[in-house]
């Protein structure tokens, strides 16, 4: 979460240059996510995926590109213009997206294949057995984490537009420093430091849901996937490694943070397109299966001997 402040240092022409580069790969990812989302038919159903998830990295750009010319804002004393305004609204759905966008791939990989996930079982037969189906579950678990994620935009618009009633005026380092300034000065707490700690709240859950999910993914494709992988450290596993550069990207300081959070975030974002990727392997492995089992079943009923025809052969015979 970056905000852009009339007090602050412009930025140098090594962060113009990297904010640019990183606007560019934000740019690439979105066109991927929607070329994705629009010809898979997997996707097709899940509206955060094939929707959502491109929008946020088009908002992940445009955030970089602002950074990128924020000398220009600063220099001007911008920094309530509506534009801006409008730019810090739409940076508050990145991590809500991202965190409904990482449990729908994850909901879809489980459901496919009837692989047990976040205590929902499917098709073994506790659909009629339990009081709470399975579809009960999958109700309250997609929605209460969709609930979930439009608290955190709430938070990330009240703490961007600098709308929270306890602070009279929003500390300059609020959302351009990560967690080194909360650990530094943690012997002086402030009201600035709430705020701060506020600010980097969505992120956290954000990691946290992410690392369970990232662990579920590998679990499935380690044990459950019919794509065979040669090490346990396979591509199943790599929004884990995003995870960590996402959050890795939230320990620095005022000079590097509007940089470092992008960039994992941008590290996140690749590491999830890559599970993508996997998915769709995944899935056309389980079609193909299928298919060579439904031609198996309808060859076999073909040669198979209807009951009764060597009774009616021998009697002939006679």
Known sequence: MTFIDNRAEKPSTAHVVLFSITSFFFFLCAIVAFQRGRTRRHYRGTFPVWCLFPIACLIAMLENIVLATSGIFIEKEMDDALFLKVVFVLQAFQVPILLV?????????????????CGLYFDEGRRVQSIITTRWKSFLARNALRIFALLMLAIGIFVNLDLLGFVS???????RVGWANVWIDASKWTEAHTLVLISLFPTAILVVSSVVMSISLWRYGTESSLMVHSSFLNIWFFPFFGTLALAGG????ESWYPFTSNLGLLIFVITVLMLQTEIDKDVNITAEFTDFLHRVAKKGNVT???PGMDDDDDNSCY
């Open 101 to 117: 966008t990482i449990f729908e791939l994850t909901y879809i990989v489980h459901k496919r294949r009837s692989v047990n996930f």
């Open 169 to 175: 005026q929003a500390d300059q380092l609020t959302g």
């Open 250 to 253: 939230q320990l620095f300081g």
């Open 304 to 306: 198979s001997v209807q």
